[in-house]
């Protein structure tokens, strides 16, 4: 199985009132993508904000194997959700690991 570990940090035209939406549209990845195990998404409520660095949105995704992990990236879901992105992102850090 994979790991696939994703932070979001957005920009000035990001409207905080959108961030269930992504959280939807991230869980709904689970049933529309093939290969997932497991997948789970929120809105960082750390307290510890010396560590937050402006990441608002977190992601969690469990894989089959490796070539699930692969086919995730060019499937029309997640291209779907990338697409909501656009004009909002600032940044993104991506973890991908066996487990």
């Given at each position: 199985?994979?790991?696939?570990?994703?932070?979001?940090?957005?920009?000035?035209?990001?409207?905080?009132?959108?961030?269930?939406?992504?959280?939807?549209?991230?869980?709904?990845?689970?049933?529309?993508?093939?290969?997932?195990?497991?997948?789970?998404?929120?809105?960082?409520?750390?307290?510890?904000?010396?560590?937050?660095?402006g990441?608002?949105?977190?992601?969690?995704?469990?894989?089959?194997?490796?070539?699930?992990?692969?086919?995730?990236?060019?499937?029309?879901?997640?291209?779907?959700?990338?697409?909501?992105?656009?004009?909002i992102?600032?940044?993104?850090?991506?973890?991908?690991?066996?487990?």
């Open positions: 199985m994979y790991e696939h570990l994703v932070v979001f940090r957005f920009n000035e035209q990001y409207e905080p009132s959108r961030e269930q939406d992504l959280v939807q549209a991230l869980l709904a990845l689970k049933k529309q993508i093939p290969g997932i195990v497991e997948l789970t998404a929120g809105v960082n409520v750390t307290e510890e904000q010396e560590n937050v660095h990441y608002t949105l977190g992601l969690r995704v469990t894989f089959e194997n490796q070539e699930a992990l692969r086919a995730y990236g060019p499937h029309p879901a997640h291209q779907k959700f990338v697409s909501l992105l656009e004009g992102l600032e940044n993104v850090v991506v973890v991908d690991y066996p487990i």
